[in-house]
């Protein structure tokens, strides 16, 4: 459980309290843990994808988007939150994504969604649809330059959520100046100060943060 900024108690408590993931959900967060070894951390929390598939029943977005894939757990939880829209996914892993699309099979949701590979930097500013609903999980370092390409791409009254932008804490420490740190206290500085948005921050498992476009 990623509750970095919770006691433990209170993340326990609010845990049993939310609709726990179903078995599917468990098996790839299981095996995601199994294969990728450290890298496993890069998956969201099953708080954070319930999260992510209310968000998307809420917002009914006919074009959604995800920078960051993965082992497909985040695509799942926002593809089973969609009624008639699709779900974009741009990542630069084969090996990760194979597993992805194993559970969009599995989970019955493939149909609804479009994988690309490469360079999101790339392959997003190649992409022309409008956005309604986006999520962001990639390398931090370049935060501010999918934040614009997504940003220019939406829809006002869009939303885009943006993951770790807590960084278990270590953003509001000023002592702390490793590198992921740096790039997202310096993305967080961005996102407050662009006039196009309104932004609210919430302290869910490692920071995630509602952005929506004006």
Not at 84 to 90: A, M
Not at 171 to 177: F, H, K, L, Q, S
């Amino acid at each position: 459980m990623k509750a970095y900024l919770l006691d433990p108690v209170i993340a326990r408590y609010v845990f049993e309290h939310s609709t726990p993931p179903d078995p599917l959900l468990e098996r790839l967060e299981k095996e995601s843990a199994e294969a990728t070894g450290e890298d496993a951390v890069k998956q969201i929390s099953p708080d954070q994808g319930g999260f992510l598939t209310m968000i998307t029943q809420i917002m009914a977005p006919k074009v959604a988007v995800e920078v960051g894939t993965f082992t497909g757990y985040s695509s799942v939880c926002i593809a089973r939150g969609l009624s008639g829209g699709r779900l974009h996914c741009f990542d630069v892993s084969e090996e990760w994504t194979s597993m992805a699309r194993r559970y969009w099979q599995e989970a019955g949701v493939a149909d609804r969604v479009t994988l690309t590979l490469g360079p999101a930097l790339e392959t997003l500013a190649a992409f022309d649809e409008t956005i309604d609903l986006a999520f962001l999980d990639a390398d931090k370092g370049n935060y501010p330059g999918y934040y614009e390409l997504l940003i220019t791409r939406m829809r006002p009254g869009g939303l885009l959520v943006v993951d770790n932008t807590l960084r278990r804490g270590h953003v509001a420490d000023p002592g702390r100046d490793e590198a992921t740190t740096v790039d997202i206290r310096r993305f967080n500085d961005l996102v407050i100060k662009d006039p196009r948005v309104t932004v609210y921050m919430l302290p869910v498992a490692d920071g995630m943060t509602m952005i929506r476009k004006r």
